[in-house]
């Protein structure tokens, strides 16, 4: 059964009386100018129905509550309910982010130790919690590097060297922060081409934005000397946190040389992915960089009666690239961050990187053993790893999408595809540490299954999904006959039935 | 080892199908120099119920407060079913809608809130979202250089009463692309519309009209309008949600009406939370659409023909253009779109209307009582939803006090605007009843020792 | 996809490790012999693994947040989600029952207002909240109506009289209370016969159970006289408050010359059906049963300083027939109830029972125009009514349970079917007040469609449902060979693969 | 009007189908005399908003103490995941199960739960729950009356240390019934083995023996099985549940097991919640199936051969047996099995074990702590998860004094068993920690007025 739009489910005087005002309050002291003629075109619906349309349209989603959900790069780990349940408690949830500092002790105490723990986890010294999603925290990154240049009176350093397989964040940060983008390549190993950054690293060089491991899922061996051109040059390095969950505990960005890092809260530390959000990006900085920190940033005073913790801002940071946030950025992700880590304590954040590893390999060498064809087969898998199936398209016709599509109708989720965009016909595979070797074998078993399927009758693996709500959707279409709100579609009619 | 289902058959079964003798084996490309064995600043991991503890006493070390601040942040009514639908499992745990087939849940949600926005705003098109009011607004300021018809305009005019930590946040954004903000002069708490002439020809490539003002005023929205459009400008509005549904809206501004409308969601459906997270709304005209940054669902059809929703016009996100991007933003703020999609469906126009006329006959009502309290006095221009008075004394001391009495009194304009003097931004929901508007009073009352009929 | 028991997606030492004491305490101090030597069968699984099994479960079920519900006599309105928040708020929900009154004064004086309330709603002037489902509020009257005869030396009064159409919790009831069922038939026109009631009435009638309206849907007309008959014979009348949702701010019990009335909070006050329970079946009584009340309840005494609230118990009513519960009843339930009550307000009762008959009557006059039966055509409807397909069946071997099938399959949970057992091949439809016009339509021509399919392809019909987890279920497989527990079918493979 | 979401439109084009005016028409059949138009007592509706805020304060007037009281209902750590799912709108607002292929979630998870339980007290059937641990028991007792091999027999055995309001309630169930619970002699806090002799050769059903008592302390549990066999008698057992991950379950007592196992599931992941909803269990033997009361849920097959689940024995129900059905229980406690099933799958074997291990070290603890202040002397049989302190002086007045302080300090056993003078039933969950325990001693003794080193 297909869900019709809420629009579509209303009846004009249609609502839901006790969600509102029982007497409307004049307004005539306002100028009638000002007064809206026609009312929004917002729906005219029972709160019963709001709640069945909204329970059947959260039933058509995959998630991680509901399927193996292994999209590469993002990190789609259990997100625990003790996460979500305190931080929506009431003393954190009522409270006006303008509150004075006396009133939000117990909250600043919680990020004070999130901002503590961060840097122990990245062996960094300063740590701003504002950044609201991981390319927030690229922003910081390369806006601090810049200010940083800048106070050295270095203002000829505007490029930044990003490698090609990097995330398609980093070169819109950097162009962004008014930079030029130099990519480089990566050698056939899956390491940075050493020789090409040695090539490009100058007096024009800002810095370099690297992702270790990086998204093709191999550890970057050479970051020692990645790290010693791109400093010998005079240049800094910026760490893309994305894929922290494969060295958490095993290895610290500061010890192998970056100057900043970036977390994606939602992606290492489990803050709910959400539909697309809401993250955090938060940014770990060593001391060269700790001035230009984005603010405000949580201080805390130690006085005879204890800690006094307070915002640290424009008087206290006043060389900081300034603020990213209407407040103070994600509050609420920070919350669930901080219940999360915990929960792991240091022990546990050791085994999180352990388990995503095991994991990744175990599921590898099984596609491998099955046929399949490992970009980087001689390599260890991080936290994550790449099948390439190059070969079976040629031979099929049946493409990484065709298999995306045939896994869902299998019930999972499909790993990222297309990306990086250097390996032909991708699947980048992230399982994370929190699923259980049989959904792995599982897994296994369903891609062993469709490509059998794609070499004995293409067609099939080319007709799926046949299961879902809907089939294959025309994209095309969509692009080109715009239908971006329901009220549009009155006008032209055809655009897409009601 | 909380969130690890191995057991120990389990990882000796696997290390062995690897062909590695333990886990720390797969970590052996990492040049032994890097590796750590523990991370000493991290303590050892607690129990849920000790975390329960620990979180509960934090919280309750939050007091309580009466709210009467505004500033950005608003304490309105958030119907139960909201929260209790947005955190199911399916909403919670979902990413990005890349696989269409997999996520129409998200998919039909996010094209129904792409229509309130734009319906709310008097615009047509509206992006998924972006991380909260005031990065809304820098990339409103970036959208409006990539969609100026003058290349080179790179000035944007910003009224002098506008929320000033969004003009500091939209400056730190756009400062790597030479992209400058220019304060307009005000007289009598709005834009000087004689003023406008001081600027001659400077190319300008937009005007951002807040709506209402930092001060709860209301700017001169026609003639800046079409002031704006007669230069070849586009117009930005920067608006409170609750106030379009009593207000007209920017699409209904001046003879053309405002081509961009950006603002603070919070306030449909979001709680305070301390600070975040909110969420950004972004509207605009079509004909704008392909400068529109973040994410955009568009309604298509599948094979057999069945209406279905997918993620369009890709090619301007970060994961295909990469540097050309429009923006660098790639995960948003999904969870709160969701709940201000259920927010919107519950109050509907009529009830979102009843809100905000609720809204302006409280604050109508406490400025009246504060005024009454000697010394004070109220503003004369008309405003909605938050209003400036004026204290004969400092007023951070005053706001102390009250916080101490557990009322937050309001906003100190006073840091911000010193040409406004000794002046307080109040505010009052409509869940602010007589009685806290007395209790408000009486405690003013009892700060400035001045005393007051009951 | 089959969703797998939750035994068989374990693991031999799997655990959430968080959920319990990181380190095991000993117990050497107890008796080895006391010492559990096997552990019991529990699931061995991960968080994760919780989360995803009963997330999946619940996706399965038809629930009244997905599906309209019209289950006729258990009144499926929607339950709003205000009333599960705020009962669940902490300073609910982590009290102790036995802690001291004066802790517990807000507690306490919502249960007192609920009392007050429901008096006003059925017009009695004593409540007691402790019965924690219909079935225990009809013991409860029962009983009082024995104590009271009892108490008057009436000792032989041991026969309570029940219509045929009585729901089967009323004679399994009396027969508790250790009292003879005297069945009574309804005549033609649906109301109860009344020559066979003055006829069984007399010196052994300890008092009537009545449903009021009926379960056939229709108003009781001849109610005076019948209390008239009960009392004249020295009889209570006891009122089975399961269709309240039909008169609520309409009728009062106590003027019908009611004695005693259950309320099912569950159904007229949208307390959550919970997949079978809790409910709450609170009894309301005149002056006569007032001192048999169960207990405890809540008084209030007005001091200088305000209200003082406090339970009433043994001291304080010494006739009372004594405890339900092992402290007060089903709080929760109570709270949610008080929530709604104060939602609707005086006039919103009166909206509940104005369109609660508005929905019925509209959807029996639209099923009668297509050509079905309803049991009573002369008769308005109440809240629910009855359609008989004995004419379907007869022409197509296409039955009552065909329809409540075929009707899964179209997205609507089917009615209440074969109850009352008086009519033939009978559909109890209860829309409740909270489905809009729009449910109603569709409902019927469901039917409609579904009818004219029996005609055109019975077997058809009869093969549904096709679009759920499961087709139709072997009935008698179940009672004969007993599979009630995962760990019997170790024993018994045959019965059920795993 | 909340929840009606008919328009004045919708109404009329209603009630033109019926064929009346206006609603009121509808109600007709109704003697006007009867008719009324309002309901005086019933104040008038408020917004959600209003309700929000009366229940949030009447909630803040309950004032947090530290629980050191069990005697039925114990504050265990419930996790985060339990409520999240339970109260999804598709098992919160889903009815009984009667539509099998619409119900295959909560009809899986009850058989999920009936398996947790009968292998939990080591018995072989569980229906799907009573309305909570006091109706249990009085079911148990009609179960074994039904089920007792003499059909005279309608006695039945119950130690004088059981819960005192479960006897009330059961006493006032059976009533009807003409069935007689008979107290057994106690001598040092458990039954006397030797005064069973009294009983000479009166007939009984069964007997029932809690696990652990009252007291916190051990009942001769395998010499009352065998002894109750002997005599045919059945046995019931009335557990703690948690005890039973720890503990010897009924199914292995004596030579040939307890016949029946019954108990408050409260602890199992339900919230103290003032007094409820809590639930029942009740498990058995195979033999005793058909006199098992309340639903039972079966595994089959469907007309494919594929695996599902459906009610099943229906014929002993209300709704087919009416006056012959085993018991008129129709709706009972299901949300709270729900909620239950989740709380065992998350502990699981071991887990639930640690907790009944916590909980018995922490009241040793906690024992030995209060004992430690002048004048109180410890029990001297073991005990598990509660114990009998006794005071030197009464025990009501000192547990008020607590109470002021913040401290549920227990049970009062003096009313109930006067002949264990002022004795005070304590108990410490898993979630008492040391310095909870330290806290209590130091207000104890400061109530005692009996200096204690630190
Ligand atoms: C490698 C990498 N870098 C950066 C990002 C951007 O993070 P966010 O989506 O939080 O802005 C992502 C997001 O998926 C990513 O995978
Ligand atoms: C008419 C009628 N009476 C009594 C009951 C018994 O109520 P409960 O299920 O709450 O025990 C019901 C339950 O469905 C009913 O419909």
Same mark, same amino acid.
């Given at each position: 059964?297909?869900?019709?739009?809420?629009?579509?489910?209303?009846?004009?005087?249609?609502?839901?009386?006790?969600?509102?005002?029982?007497?409307?309050?004049?307004?005539?002291?306002?100028?009638?100018?000002?007064?809206?003629?026609?009312?929004?075109?917002?729906?005219?619906?029972?709160?019963?129905?709001?709640?069945?349309?909204?329970?059947?349209?959260?039933?058509?989603?995959?998630?991680?509550?509901?399927?193996?959900?292994?999209?590469?790069?993002?990190?789609?780990?259990?997100?625990?309910?003790?996460?979500?349940?305190?931080?929506?408690?009431?003393?954190?949830?009522?409270?006006?982010?303008?509150?004075?500092?006396?009133?939000?002790?117990?909250?600043?105490?919680?990020?004070?130790?999130?901002?503590?723990?961060?840097?122990?986890?990245?062996?960094?010294?300063?740590?701003?919690?504002?950044?609201?999603?991981?390319?927030?925290?690229?922003?910081?990154?390369?806006?601090?590097?810049?200010?940083?240049?800048?106070?050295?009176?270095?203002?000829?350093?505007?490029?930044?060297?990003?490698?090609?397989?990097?995330?398609?964040?980093?070169?819109?940060?950097?162009?962004?922060?008014?930079?030029?983008?130099?990519?480089?390549?990566?050698?056939?190993?899956?390491?940075?081409?050493?020789?090409?950054?040695?090539?490009?690293?100058?007096?024009?060089?800002?810095?370099?934005?690297?992702?270790?491991?990086?998204?093709?899922?191999?550890?970057?061996?050479?970051?020692?000397?990645?790290?010693?051109?791109?400093?010998?040059?005079?240049?800094?390095?910026?760490?893309?946190?994305?894929?922290?969950?494969?060295?958490?505990?095993?290895?610290?960005?500061?010890?192998?040389?970056?100057?900043?890092?970036?977390?994606?809260?939602?992606?290492?530390?489990?803050?709910?992915?959400?539909?697309?959000?809401?993250?955090?990006?938060?940014?770990?900085?060593?001391?060269?960089?700790?001035?230009?920190?984005?603010?405000?940033?949580?201080?805390?005073?130690?006085?005879?009666?204890?800690?006094?913790?307070?915002?640290?801002?424009?008087?206290?940071?006043?060389?900081?690239?300034?603020?990213?946030?209407?407040?103070?950025?994600?509050?609420?992700?920070?919350?669930?961050?901080?219940?999360?880590?915990?929960?792991?304590?240091?022990?546990?954040?050791?085994?999180?990187?352990?388990?995503?590893?095991?994991?990744?390999?175990?599921?590898?060498?099984?596609?491998?053993?099955?046929?399949?064809?490992?970009?980087?087969?001689?390599?260890?898998?991080?936290?994550?790893?790449?099948?390439?199936?190059?070969?079976?398209?040629?031979?099929?016709?049946?493409?990484?999408?065709?298999?995306?599509?045939?896994?869902?109708?299998?019930?999972?989720?499909?790993?990222?595809?297309?990306?990086?965009?250097?390996?032909?016909?991708?699947?980048?595979?992230?399982?994370?540490?929190?699923?259980?070797?049989?959904?792995?074998?599982?897994?296994?078993?369903?891609?062993?299954?469709?490509?059998?399927?794609?070499?004995?009758?293409?067609?099939?693996?080319?007709?799926?999904?046949?299961?879902?709500?809907?089939?294959?959707?025309?994209?095309?279409?969509?692009?080109?006959?715009?239908?971006?709100?329901?009220?549009?579609?009155?006008?032209?009619?055809?655009?897409?039935?009601? | 080892?909380?969130?690890?289902?191995?057991?120990?058959?389990?990882?000796?079964?696997?290390?062995?199908?690897?062909?590695?003798?333990?886990?720390?084996?797969?970590?052996?490309?990492?040049?032994?120099?890097?590796?750590?064995?523990?991370?000493?600043?991290?303590?050892?991991?607690?129990?849920?119920?000790?975390?329960?503890?620990?979180?509960?006493?934090?919280?309750?070390?939050?007091?309580?407060?009466?709210?009467?601040?505004?500033?950005?942040?608003?304490?309105?009514?958030?119907?139960?079913?909201?929260?209790?639908?947005?955190?199911?499992?399916?909403?919670?745990?979902?990413?990005?809608?890349?696989?269409?087939?997999?996520?129409?849940?998200?998919?039909?949600?996010?094209?129904?809130?792409?229509?309130?926005?734009?319906?709310?705003?008097?615009?047509?098109?509206?992006?998924?979202?972006?991380?909260?009011?005031?990065?809304?607004?820098?990339?409103?300021?970036?959208?409006?250089?990539?969609?100026?018809?003058?290349?080179?305009?790179?000035?944007?005019?910003?009224?002098?009463?506008?929320?000033?930590?969004?003009?500091?946040?939209?400056?730190?954004?756009?400062?790597?692309?030479?992209?400058?903000?220019?304060?307009?002069?005000?007289?009598?708490?709005?834009?000087?519309?004689?003023?406008?002439?001081?600027?001659?020809?400077?190319?300008?490539?937009?005007?951002?009209?807040?709506?209402?003002?930092?001060?709860?005023?209301?700017?001169?929205?026609?003639?800046?309008?079409?002031?704006?459009?007669?230069?070849?400008?586009? +117009?930005? $509005?920067? !608006?409170?949600?609750?106030? %379009?549904? /009593?207000? #007209?809206?920017?699409?209904?501004? &001046?003879?053309?009406? *405002?081509?961009?409308?950006?603002?603070?969601?919070?306030?449909?459906?979001?709680?305070?939370?301390?600070?975040?997270?909110?969420?950004?709304?972004?509207?605009?005209?079509?004909?704008?659409?392909?400068?529109?940054?973040?994410?955009?669902?568009?309604?298509?059809?599948?094979?057999?023909?069945?209406?279905?929703?997918?993620?369009?016009?890709?090619?301007?996100?970060?994961?295909?253009?990469?540097?050309?991007?429009?923006?660098?933003?790639?995960?948003?703020?999904?969870?709160?779109?969701?709940?201000?999609?259920?927010?919107?469906?519950?109050?509907?126009?009529?009830?979102?209307?009843? +809100?905000? $006329?609720? !809204?302006?006959?409280?604050? %109508?009502? /406490?400025? #009246?009582?504060?005024?009454?309290? &000697?010394?004070?006095? *109220?503003?004369?221009?008309?405003?909605?939803?938050?209003?400036?008075?004026?204290?004969?004394?400092?007023?951070?001391?005053?706001?102390?006090?009250?916080?101490?009495?557990?009322?937050?009194?309001?906003?100190?304009?006073?840091?911000?605007?010193?040409?406004?003097?000794?002046?307080?931004?109040?505010?009052?929901?409509?869940?602010?009843?007589?009685?806290?508007?007395?209790?408000?009073?009486?405690?003013?009352?009892?700060?400035?020792?001045?005393?007051?009929?009951?």
């Amino acid at each position: 059964m297909r869900e019709p739009l809420i629009f579509d489910q209303g009846r004009p005087g249609r609502r839901a009386p006790s969600q509102a005002p029982a007497v409307a309050a004049g307004t005539d002291d306002l100028p009638a100018a000002l007064i809206r003629r026609t009312p929004p075109p917002l729906p005219e619906v029972s709160e019963l129905q709001v709640v069945r349309h909204f329970t059947r349209l959260s039933q058509l989603n995959f998630s991680i509550d509901t399927h193996f959900y292994p999209l590469g790069s993002c990190t789609m780990k259990y997100n625990p309910r003790a996460a979500n349940k305190l931080a929506m408690l009431p003393g954190f949830l009522d409270r006006h982010p303008l509150e004075p500092e006396a009133h939000a002790q117990g909250f600043l105490e919680c990020l004070f130790d999130l901002q503590e723990m961060l840097k122990a986890a990245t062996g960094m010294t300063g740590v701003s919690l504002t950044p609201m999603a991981g390319a927030q925290g690229e922003f910081s990154g390369v806006a601090m590097i810049r200010a940083y240049h800048q106070a050295r009176g270095d203002t000829a350093r505007d490029q930044i060297i990003v490698p090609d397989a990097a995330h398609g964040t980093n070169p819109a940060t950097a162009t962004m922060c008014g930079c030029d983008v130099v990519e480089i390549p990566t050698g056939p190993d899956g390491d940075v081409d050493l020789a090409a950054l040695r090539q490009v690293v100058g007096p024009r060089t800002a810095g370099m934005m690297l992702t270790n491991p990086s998204t093709l899922g191999v550890f970057e061996r050479q970051i020692a000397e990645i790290a010693e051109a791109v400093h010998g040059a005079g240049g800094l390095l910026y760490y893309d946190g994305a894929n922290l969950n494969a060295i958490l505990g095993r290895a610290l960005p500061a010890a192998m040389g970056f100057d900043v890092v970036h977390i994606n809260l939602h992606k290492t530390f489990s803050t709910p992915h959400g539909g697309g959000g809401p993250g955090a990006g938060i940014v770990a900085v060593n001391d060269r960089l700790e001035p230009f920190l984005p603010i405000p940033i949580v201080g805390r005073r130690d006085g005879a009666a204890g800690h006094a913790y307070r915002w640290l801002a424009e008087a206290e940071r006043p060389q900081s690239i300034g603020r990213l946030s209407g407040f103070m950025g994600n509050a609420g992700v920070l919350l669930r961050a901080y219940v999360y880590m915990r929960l792991l304590g240091a022990e546990g954040m050791r085994r999180v990187s352990g388990y995503a590893t095991l994991n990744a390999n175990y599921l590898m060498k099984r596609l491998a053993a099955a046929g399949f064809t490992p970009a980087f087969s001689q390599r260890r898998a991080s936290h994550e790893f790449i099948i390439s199936l190059k070969d079976v398209t040629r031979d099929t016709g049946v493409s990484a999408l065709d298999f995306a599509k045939a896994l869902l109708d299998k019930g999972f989720h499909a790993p990222t595809t297309y990306f990086p965009m250097l390996v032909p016909e991708c699947l980048l595979i992230e399982p994370t540490e929190s699923e259980a070797r049989q959904e792995l074998d599982a897994f296994a078993q369903a891609l062993i299954e469709i490509r059998d399927l794609a070499f004995k009758d293409a067609a099939e693996v080319k007709s799926a999904p046949r299961t879902l709500p809907v089939r294959r959707l025309d994209d095309v279409r969509a692009a080109k006959q715009l239908d971006l709100t329901w009220q549009s579609r009155a006008d032209s009619p055809a655009v897409s039935p009601r | 080892m909380p969130f690890i289902p191995h057991t120990t058959d389990d990882t000796a079964a696997m290390l062995g199908a690897i062909g590695a003798r333990t886990i720390d084996e797969l970590f052996d490309e990492i040049p032994p120099a890097l590796r750590v064995v523990g991370l000493p600043g991290v303590p050892v991991g607690l129990s849920e119920a000790a975390v329960t503890r620990l979180m509960r006493e934090r919280a309750a070390r939050n007091r309580a407060t009466l709210c009467f601040l505004g500033a950005g942040a608003y304490e309105h009514h958030i119907p139960a079913a909201v929260w209790e639908i947005a955190t199911r499992g399916e909403f919670y745990s979902a990413y990005t809608p890349y696989q269409a087939e997999a996520s129409q849940g998200t998919l039909q949600l996010i094209y129904e809130y792409q229509s309130m926005l734009a319906g709310l705003t008097g615009l047509e098109v509206s992006n998924a979202s972006l991380y909260d009011g005031a990065t809304a607004f820098a990339e409103a300021c970036l959208m409006a250089v990539r969609g100026a018809r003058q290349a080179r305009a790179r000035r944007i005019a910003v009224p002098r009463y506008m929320n000033p930590v969004w003009l500091k946040v939209a400056r730190t954004l756009v400062a790597g692309q030479n992209i400058e903000l220019v304060e307009l002069t005000a007289t009598a708490g709005r834009t000087d519309l004689e003023a406008l002439a001081d600027l001659g020809d400077q190319d300008f490539a937009a005007i951002c009209i807040p709506y209402p003002n930092f001060l709860g005023g209301f700017e001169p929205i026609d003639e800046l309008t079409n002031w704006a459009h007669a230069r070849g400008m586009l +117009v930005i $509005a920067a !608006c409170n949600p609750t106030a %379009l549904a /009593l207000l #007209r809206p920017p699409g209904e501004w &001046g003879e053309k009406g *405002a081509d961009i409308a950006c603002g603070e969601g919070q306030p449909l459906g979001i709680p305070l939370s301390s600070g975040g997270p909110y969420f950004g709304f972004l509207t605009c005209r079509k004909a704008l659409v392909r400068q529109m940054p973040g994410r955009l669902v568009g309604g298509t059809l599948d094979v057999d023909g069945r209406p279905g929703f997918t993620l369009t016009l890709q090619a301007r996100e970060q994961h295909i253009r990469r540097s050309k991007a429009t923006s660098n933003i790639c995960t948003n703020q999904g969870l709160m779109v969701t709940a201000a999609t259920i927010y919107l469906s519950l109050l509907g126009s009529e009830g979102l209307r009843r +809100v905000a $006329a609720q !809204c302006h006959a409280n604050t %109508l009502e /406490l400025v #009246r009582a504060l005024a009454s309290v &000697g010394g004070i006095t *109220a503003p004369s221009a008309p405003f909605f939803h938050e209003a400036v008075l004026t204290l004969p004394w400092p007023v951070a001391p005053v706001l102390q006090q009250l916080a101490a009495a557990g009322i937050l009194g309001g906003y100190d304009l006073s840091a911000d605007f010193p040409e406004l003097g000794s002046a307080l931004l109040v505010c009052a929901t409509e869940l602010r009843t007589t009685e806290d508007i007395a209790v408000y009073r009486r405690a003013l009352a009892g700060v400035l020792g001045v005393a007051v009929a009951a």
